[in-house]
């Protein structure tokens, strides 16, 4: 049973343009979402997160954005870079939880 | 502030052998928490720790098993090695585990089975 779904197992963006990453979940007990960023060879990197009481969290070039009746949430990255190209990965949990779920992860890929 | 760390980064080893994989948190952290990830499932939770104590485990045979040391260190070990534990297991930490939901990774250790 995946919890956590990321349908898109790749994406390819021109640079300059917007990329927008999207994931899904079903457990209505996750009420914290986030978003890690994975080179090969690396761990994940933490981008932003967002809390089931807000709809949007911005950092920068990097904006999630929460709708919880559809239990969908999104993450935009403008303008995008080289550097972006990379597998991200949507991640949930709950109050008390102490794990991650995560999805399957997008390959994202910016061309010049 | 350096960053966690991960030992050894690769290894390869044989059906029916152990390993034990070692993971330093970042300075004042005090959850620890271990992932495998691998091609067809995923990032998958194997169990978090927080003042020695396992809290929290995900759902693997009894053979995947951890400790944490009093200084927030922690290893996990796997018996009895099985072709299928090929994967990259990582280490995450965090400052407690409960109300912060950020976990900051390790470069992950590759074990290898054969």
């Known amino acids: 049973d995946q919890q956590v779904k990321q349908n898109s197992p790749s994406l390819s963006v021109q640079e300059g343009r917007i990329s927008i990453l999207n994931c899904d979940y079903t457990n209505s007990m996750f009420d914290y979402f986030l978003w890690y960023k994975k080179y090969p060879a690396e761990g994940p990197t933490f981008l932003i997160s967002?809390?089931?009481?807000?709809d949007k969290n911005e950092d920068g070039r990097f904006t999630v954005f929460l709708n919880k009746s559809a239990k969908h949430l999104s993450l935009h990255i403008v303008p995008s870079q080289p550097g972006d190209s990379a597998v991200y990965f949507c991640?949930?949990?709950?109050?008390?939880?102490?794990?991650?779920?995560f999805g399957q992860g997008t390959r994202l890929t910016i061309n010049p | 502030k350096a960053g966690v760390t991960q030992t050894p980064r690769y290894l390869i080893k044989t059906r029916g052998q152990q390993v034990t994989l070692s993971c330093s948190p970042i300075s004042g952290h005090r959850s620890v928490s271990w992932y495998q990830q691998t091609p067809g499932q995923g990032l998958q939770f194997l169990f978090e720790y927080f003042s020695e104590t396992q809290r929290n485990k995900g759902n693997f045979p009894g053979r995947f098993s951890g400790r944490q040391f009093s200084n927030s260190r922690s290893e996990m070990n796997v018996s009895t090695l099985e072709l299928g534990d090929s994967a990259l297991y990582l280490c995450?930490?965090?400052?407690?585990?409960?109300?912060?939901?950020?976990?900051?990774f390790g470069p992950g250790t590759r074990l290898t089975v054969t």
């Open positions: 995450a930490s965090s400052l407690s585990g409960t109300g912060s939901y950020e976990q900051y």
């Open positions: 991640a949930a949990s709950w109050w008390g939880a102490q794990k991650l779920v």
């Open positions: 967002i809390s089931s009481i807000k």
